[in-house]
């Protein structure tokens, strides 16, 4: 998938400055798709970032997911996303304000000092709790665990919650949740009040090709 975006040199030298740091734990930066990622087992590791200028500040945005190749091949036949985005779409995903209960969180950069000063921040917080965090994510106990632990509620790891019901139903049967139709039927509720008629349908032949679905 090209992202024909065009890297201002502030990108440029802000992921060669990471790059060293991310590659000794194992990914490699995709400069077209703003992250730095890392197969595993079952898909990816990966950080993405969103850098944003305004009079001479930048601000920057930090991502951080992992992607399911299970969940995310069937969900995707069930979702309206364009198909150039399939395979990169993540199955979790969380932004470092939000991981940390920080409302509207991003980094600003004003000055070199303000620069070198983020740079070793968002390495302390990959060092400390962020590749932890990605390391339990890559198992599909934890991703519905996460996803289903409070289907009532909304999940602060996913931003799209109309893709969480689908994403939440798939990771249900996957792990043999006992409580797979109590889940797909919260879900459903759910899509019914905030959904298109078009997302309820497409939910519907998911639930339908779940119950017939043997993971073996």
Known sequence: MKHNMILSKFEVKFYQRLESFFQSNGFSL????????????????NIIFSVTETEKVFWIEVNFG??????????????????????????????IGKFQEL?????????????????????LFFTKRGFDFLQKAETILFIEEILNDSPTMPCRYLYNQVHRCFKGAIAAKLTDNQNFTTI??????FLLKNGTDEELINYER???FLHHYNAN
């Open 30 to 45: 995709l400069m077209d798709q703003k992250q730095f990622r890392k197969s595993t087992q079952n898909g990816f590791q």
């Open 66 to 95: 992992v992607r399911y190749e299970f969940v995310e091949q069937i969900a995707q036949q069930f979702l309206n996303n364009a198909r150039g985005y399939r395979p990169s779409a993540n199955t979790l995903v969380i932004s």
């Open 103 to 123: 409302k509207y969180f991003r980094f600003k950069v004003t000055d070199e000092l303000d620069f070198g000063r983020i740079v070793e921040e968002i390495i």
């Open 184 to 189: 797909a039927n919260i879900y459903r509720q």
């Open 206 to 208: 998911l639930i339908t």
